[in-house]
């Protein structure tokens, strides 16, 4: 689910650049998170775009999306570990019924945000396991925007094949994004123990919205090294999945698969 979850954070935090020049987009961005009636918690991240890659960089984890490779890398800096995978996921694939159409429109309403016009959008959907509602301001004259914009449309279609997201993200950089996030308290998993299924509805029905409040707070336009987007020196390369130390599993192929349901994503 934490996956699916991190998909979809990917959509809403990417959004925009055409054009022949290269240059990276770098955004400061300000998230405020609500959960299960719990305190909002506000932290910072980094959001960098260049070509076919994206980065978010957080207080406590980063992870990269290369859509020319097909990865998604996870880096974890207090263990200096990282695992890549499949992007998009291999789950995705197996579970088309998960699909999600955001379905964004135009509400009429503008704004300034950093003295940058935007557009108000809204959307939303709903699979088995959740529904979604968003809205978002759109800017297509904030610096970068055009190659913001290059980089979601290209990684709309990669989710698209995979059966994952239907729909089209609003050209631009989404300058102001809320959205919330709400299970399905009947969702159940096929094949899984009726003990097991009674627990799952059980934890889910206490399961409140999560809400997601995003400004940006800083827009910049630079050329990003090729090393922004790899993982950095001296940090080890684990599988997914392994525990911290572990030795890694015997056989070929050992690192391929699908990320499993923890994934978490940059807050």
């Excluded at 609500?34 to 260049?50: D, F, I, Y």
């Amino acid at each position: 689910m934490k996956q699916r979850v991190a998909v979809f954070a990917c959509l809403l935090i990417a959004a925009g650049l055409g054009g022949i020049a290269r240059a990276g987009v770098v955004l400061d961005e300000q998230v405020t998170t609500t959960e299960s009636n719990g305190p909002a918690v506000t932290r910072t991240r980094e959001l960098l775009v260049q070509g076919n890659k994206e980065k978010v960089v957080s207080g406590r984890n980063m992870f990269v999306i290369d859509l020319d490779r097909g990865t998604m890398m996870l880096i974890d800096p207090n263990r200096k570990a990282y695992a890549e995978m499949p992007f998009p996921p291999h789950q995705m694939l197996m579970n088309p019924g998960q699909q999600l159409d955001l379905n964004f429109k135009k509400t009429g309403k503008a704004s300034k945000v950093l003295g940058y016009a935007c557009e108000e959008y809204r959307g939303g959907g709903k699979t088995a396991m959740a529904e979604v509602s968003t809205s978002g301001c759109f800017s297509t004259s904030a610096p970068g925007a055009a190659e913001f914009s290059k980089f979601t449309k290209t990684m709309g279609l990669k989710l698209k094949s995979a059966k994952a997201m239907a729909g089209t993200m609003p050209n631009g950089i989404p300058l102001t994004m809320d959205s919330t996030h709400k299970i399905n308290a009947g969702f159940s998993v096929p094949g899984m123990a009726p003990d097991q299924a009674a627990r799952l509805k059980e934890l889910m029905a206490k399961q409140g919205p999560q809400t997601t409040k995003t400004v940006v707070i800083k827009i910049a336009t630079r050329d990003l090294p090729a090393d922004t987007f790899e993982p950095p020196a001296g940090y080890e390369h684990r599988n997914v999945g392994r525990a911290p130390g572990a030795p890694p599993p015997s056989g070929a192929g050992a690192d391929a698969g699908a990320p499993p349901p923890g994934t978490k994503v940059p807050e």
